[in-house]
């Protein structure tokens, strides 16, 4: 890589393009059939800040890693037979972030920024109007439940993350994490309960039969020391981990890889994994030994759902995606997605299409280009070898619009990055305004589905639509018996 490839003698001949044309032709064909079969399981896969510049990014680094040029790569879900955009936009914003999304994607309504699980009534930062029942909305998780699904969550960031929250937490702020988490003049409020004690004391969260993330710090309090070594951030002395195995003596909490891989499925039917005391680590830099990857995760979830005849609904998040594309770390934020990847085809290879919905989406894009007319094979990560700037400086493919790094000589003029730029988790890309850290960005994001009714999810759909296709799809809640 790094140098751009010559154009490959067979695609001078016309032939070579007709024969890949019709290839497509006879694809779409085959797949032109509808799926209407109920349903009986769900897996919603979120890439938390997977843009479409992300997709294709990482498209072609997943060809240029196998020694192709990369552009006429495809990642396995791109494949899907159906596929769509989704507007993410919330009540109040045009950019959203991953509190708003998480609430339209799993609880079918839009509401404010920050918020999660509660109507655009609730104001900023109000535990009276959050803790208000009038206000709460329930979830897809609520719904598979009544219908007697297994149910659960794996994320790579926090169990107490704003997008896994959207399943069971009602607040007015996606930061209130713990009681710790909550401001001193929301308390004066009145009693708010935080994250962490609704996802273990009130349903659908008490009910969930798999979580699996990071975060163990907020379940327990300064006075204890995690499995991973670190204090406790709780304030209030609640220790529930321990409130989890006492509800739950039929269920195993496990803080490693090697637990989850040796778990007895046929003896276990909760599991409860915690794998780091905030998030876990990227997946370039985490512990194998410690961290199981997104891929190992799910295989554990799927083969526990197994046991259940009436199926299960399952939410998974590749969260660090969004991490790496903020720190403007394209090849961490690629080599997430690549994860993100093959925990889709082990649910692929777990699942009957016949009966298993899989939609594939995300909740926010982020600003990053891919621009600047570079040869065909030049390295994804690496700087555009056809074009330079107005002063004859050579810049990178991949650039964001907002981020901590401009590269500026004392003259405010482009540093040449050649001899700089490095191919691993250490280097910042360039952006143009200068950020502690990059942002979210308000265009569409793609959906992605195969399975049963997948062909709901197509054109440009709103994102609170999401959540009421799949109940479509399994005839939960509202739409029961509706495809019978």
Sequence with gaps: MGKNKPTLEREKDPEYWYSSAKREVNKLFEESFYNYNKAKNIIFFIGDGMALNTLTATRIRKGQLKGNPGEEESLSFQKFPHTGLIKTYCTNSQVPDSACTATAYLCGIKTSITSIGVTANVAPNNCTMSMDPANHVESIADWAQRAGKSTGFITTTSLTHASPSGLYAKVASRFWECDADIPRDVHRQGYCMDMAQQLIKQKPGSNFDIMMGGGMGKFLPRTMKDAHGNPG??????????????????????????????????????????????????????????????????????????????????????????????????????DETLEFEKAIDVALSLTNPEET??????????????????????????????????????????????????????????????????????????SQIPSSIGTHAGDDVGIFATGPHAHLFRGVMEQHTIPHLMAYAAELDKFMNTNS
């Design 233 to 334: 951030e709780r304030l209030d002395g609640l220790d529930l981990l321990q409130l989890w195995k006492e509800l739950h003596p039929e269920g195993t909490l496990v803080t490693n890889r090697d637990d989850l891989l040796n778990i007895n499925i046929t003896q276990v039917t909760k599991i409860m994994g915690i794998f780091a005391s905030k998030l876990m680590n990227f997946h370039a830099l985490a512990n194998p030994v410690k961290e199981p990857t997104l891929a190992e995760m799910i295989e554990a979830a799927l083969k526990s759902f197994r046991y259940n005849d009436k199926g299960y609904f399952l939410f998974v998040e590749g969260g660090l995606i969004d991490y790496a594309n903020h720190f403007n770390k394209p090849f961490v934020a690629l």
């Design 357 to 430: 919905l899989i939609v594939v989406s995300s909740d926010h894009s982020h600003p990053m280009t891919i621009a600047g007319y570079p040869g065909r094979g030049t390295d994804i990560l690496g700087l555009n070898q056809h074009d330079v700037d107005s002063n004859g400086v050579k810049y990178t493919t991949l650039t964001y619009a907002v981020g901590p790094q401009q590269y500026l000589d004392e003259n405010g003029q482009r540093v040449n990055l050649e001899g700089i730029i490095k191919e691993d988790a250490s280097f910042t890309h360039p």
